[in-house]
């Protein structure tokens, strides 16, 4: 038994022993697939993660690449956008032009119709004017042909007397007819004879027309082409208390001179000194003369207009120193101009002269022209342009209206018009007509039918501006530009006279430099005659401009234009 026990404990401790060989080799297996399990699973992971990270990546590059591909497609719609807003904005912008340009064109072309009207009605108003001269005429010749058939009535009834006188007388003479047809022919050859004498002498004097305007001219020459005069206005005793001293050296005799007695200076020494200073021109007219004496100076220059010369006659000076009173008061140089023309023109008629005449008065006021016959309304508005046509040296005024002077009233209406329009200014600018130019133009054309000759002439009646110098740093605004372009056109007046004496043949004159010598530049220089009356204020207050005006025109009277020299004191 105990063997077998024995035994029993071997084989149990045996077989312990092998299941503890069994279990550690179990548990060694165990570990060794568990090591294995984790091995695989670390491997695992990171092939997953591995996997999962070049997955990312290749998810991150598609991402990236799509992006890029989005951006250029962005970058190509944004250019293929710009492109159209580019090219619809250029579209929209053509269009705008041409509606731009389809609208100036329209607007110009009304700007035109609106010009054509314009000048149509100038043309109808001059074409009224010259209705209503017309009219006035046929009035005229209805009342004288009334007249006539009253006289012709009244004469029948002598004729009807003188016939039965007639008839008794010829039955007296019947009686000695041989005797009568004897003396019948002798008066005949007698008639006939006299109607070749007056031929000749129409002839003769036909000629001695032509010769006198060839005279006439060289006596205006040689009296010279430039000439000036000098007036004085007389002092208003109600108004007017403090003089200058202003006298007349040779008014007994030549009346070319006149002596201001300048301002008093003190010395040094507290002397009180005053000089007088004296100038000479083609004429002095004190305060006594009348426009009818100063209107016998220039009827000559007025005769030479009708002959086919330009002429330009100026009145310079201060304002209130007699200007518009010399040119167009009711007796001024403008209605005696046109009045000697009427009659010098009728005069001629016999001598077969027609002449065509034609009136218009522009006003220049700051650098532009504005028409004193036109519609009052129409003042600084309307658009006044000079033409010239350098082959036939004439000036046209475009846009203005020219009234045919057929009577010697007809002045008077033109007077009256350019007053209303130029009062019709002066409540726009206070005093404007002291500040602007005033031209009245007459065209004279004349057509001899006998002779065939032909004349084309030109007056100029220029009203100047106040030449008075205002100091700049009184003048402002609206003001300042008035009398800065008085200034301008006044000294540019100057130096175009002074250009026309001192040039040689074909020298530059300025006439561009101003509104007023571009009017004026076919009747300025050349075979032109040109006449400045320097007015003067008889006034202490004025005494500074009054020598600043004497010494303008002593100037101009220095200057020599033309052909022929001026006839100067020895
Ligand atoms: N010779 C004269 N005889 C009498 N009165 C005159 C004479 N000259 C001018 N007067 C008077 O003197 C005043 C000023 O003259 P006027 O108006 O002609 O001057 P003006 O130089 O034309 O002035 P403005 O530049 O303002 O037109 C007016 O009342 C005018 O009647």
Known sequence: MSTANMELETTRRNHTFEVDDI????????????????????????????????????????????????????VQMEKRLKTEVDEERSRRTREVLELQTEYGLKM?????????KEREAQLIQGELINTKAELDRERGIKVGLQDHLAEATTHNLTLDAANKAMKAKIDFLESDS?????????????????????????????????????????VQELKGNIRVMCRVRPTNPETETDPAKIGFPDSDTDSKEVAVQGPEKQSALGNVTTATYSYSFDRVFGPQSQNG??????????QSALD?????????????????????STDGMIPRATAQIYAEATRLEEK????????????????????????????DKK????RHDPAKKTTTLENAVSVTLDGPDRVDEILKTAAKNRSVAATKANQRSSRSHSVFILKLIGENSKTGERSEGTLNLVDLAGSERLEHSKAEGARLKETQNINKSLSCL?????????????????????????????????????????MVSPLQAHLQETITSLKFATKVHNTHIGTAKKQTKA
């Open 108 to 116: 110009k072309n009304v700007g035109l119709e609106v010009d054509t």
């Open 23 to 74: 279990r550690r080799k179990h548990r060694i297996e165990m570990d060794d697939v568990q090591d294995r399990h984790r091995k695989e699973s670390e491997r695992t992971r990171k092939d997953n993660e591995e996997a999962a990270e070049k997955v990312r990546k290749e998810f991150e590059a598609q991402i990236d690449k799509l992006l890029k591909m989005h951006s250029e497609e962005l």
């Open 178 to 218: 041989q005797a009568q047809s004897q003396a019948f022919n002798d008066l005949h050859r007698r008639m006939q004879d006299a109607i070749e004498a007056a031929e000749l002498a129409n002839e003769k004097l036909r000629q001695e027309e032509t010769l006198r305007r060839k005279l006439h001219n060289q």
């Open 494 to 534: 100057g130096d175009v006279i002074n250009a026309l004496g001192s040039r040689g043949e074909g020298g530059h004159v300025p006439y561009r430099n101003s509104k007023l010598t571009y009017l004026l530049q076919y009747s300025l220089g050349g075979n032109s005659k040109t006449l400045m009356f320097v």
């Open 352 to 379: 077969g002269w027609r002449y065509k005449m034609e009136g218009s008065f522009v006003e220049v006021y700051n650098e532009s022209y504005n028409d004193l016959l036109g519609k009052s309304e129409d003042l």
């Open 293 to 302: 004496e100063v209107f016998e100076e220039i009827s000559q220059l007025v």
């Open 383 to 386: 658009k006044l342009e000079v």
């Open 308 to 328: 086919g010369y330009n002429v330009c006659i100026f009145c310079y000076g201060q304002t209130g120193s007699g200007k518009t009173f010399t040119m167009s």
